[in-house]
């Protein structure tokens, strides 16, 4: 377990919706401070469902198979064969690793996706490509959310950790980013966090060009910087801005490889990353305690 000393009371009971994603999971280490985190903040009677992905390991997985990973407005174009991949990698490779990772701090992992008691329901997503509809493949887009499952077991003392893979109505099973996927649970589960743990600290102004991260960001905004946004900060922008305008107090953008960037967000610690706030709502100034080892 970590030794970080968080003060996480304000957040007791609290649901806290971690999304990681595959850049953050790319060294072992990285992973094995995550699952020490997660587990400290159930510890401390967080409720942490935990939201993966693993963009990266799909198409390191493709190239084996000796296919070209191919993406349209930042999304996988998913045929059949990728998303037996896709599949395959998330709820087989990374979502195991992770629930082995947690579980061995208490053993109360419990890994599935978003088909396990329909927790999600998509519907097929089509890139834009300058205002026009593109096909894509197997793309989902949630347009429902169960919380039953996941709020039996965060009732049970369990830590979810959810593959983002969704069913449509006529049982094809469709490829969810990640970050998508996240936000909508974060609404249903009415969590007052969502963490993004990713490979930067936070939304980087003028990027690819040095500028400095932009720390907080209200709703309205976080709108008006979305037309500048690319790559994979735009979905997870967009997924920030659900949750916040879908309920949650807050939404975080972080650097998952940092170590105990996770509890320092979520504590009274000194602000990390990017926080997305509703308009009008003043923070409470935050404390002064610190995470060291
Ligand atoms: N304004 C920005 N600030 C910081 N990073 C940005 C920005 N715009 C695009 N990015 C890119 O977004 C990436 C994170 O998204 P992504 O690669 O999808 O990560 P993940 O696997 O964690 O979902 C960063 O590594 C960076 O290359
Ligand atoms: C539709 C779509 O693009 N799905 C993503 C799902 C995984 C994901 O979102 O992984 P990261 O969080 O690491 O980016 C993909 O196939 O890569």
């Not at 490829?175 to 009415?190: E, F």
Request: proline share 6%; with cysteine.
């Amino acid at each position: 377990m970590s030794s970080c000393p968080a003060d996480l009371a304000p957040l007791y009971g609290r649901t806290v919706v971690v999304k990681i994603g595959g850049h953050a999971m790319t060294a072992e280490a990285h992973l094995r401070a995550f699952a020490a985190d997660v587990t400290a903040l159930r510890a401390a009677g967080v409720r942490p469902v935990v939201v993966h992905g693993g963009g990266p390991q799909i198409s390191a997985h493709l190239q084996r198979l000796g296919q070209e990973p191919a993406f349209r407005s930042g999304l996988r174009v998913t045929t059949p064969e990728t998303m037996d991949v896709v599949r395959m990698v998330l709820a087989g490779q990374v979502q195991r690793n992770l629930v082995g990772l947690l579980n061995r701090h208490a053993p109360v992992a419990v890994g599935m996706t978003g088909e396990d008691a329909r927790t999600l329901t998509a519907v097929r997503r089509y890139a834009l490509d300058g205002g026009r509809r593109v096909d894509i493949g197997l793309v989902g887009e949630v347009t429902e959310v169960d919380p039953a499952l996941v709020g039996d077991h965060l009732a049970a003392g369990r830590i979810p950790v959810i593959s983002s893979i969704a069913p449509g109505t006529e049982g094809e099973i469709y490829n969810v980013n990640a970050d998508t996927a996240a936000a909508a649970l974060a609404v249903a589960l009415g969590a007052e966090r969502l963490c993004v743990l990713t490979d930067v600290d936070g939304i980087q102004q003028n990027w690819p060009g040095p500028g400095p991260v932009l720390r907080e960001l209200t709703v309205s905004q976080a709108r008006r910087l979305q037309p500048d946004l690319s790559g994979g900060m735009a979905p997870k922008v967009e997924a920030c801005l659900t949750a916040v305008t879908g309920g949650v107090g807050s939404a975080h953008i972080l650097d998952g490889r940092r170590e105990h960037a996770l509890l320092h967000s979520l504590s009274t610690g000194e602000p990390l990353g990017t926080r997305l706030v509703p308009d009008g709502v003043a923070q409470p100034s935050e404390g002064s305690s610190r995470c060291s080892r």
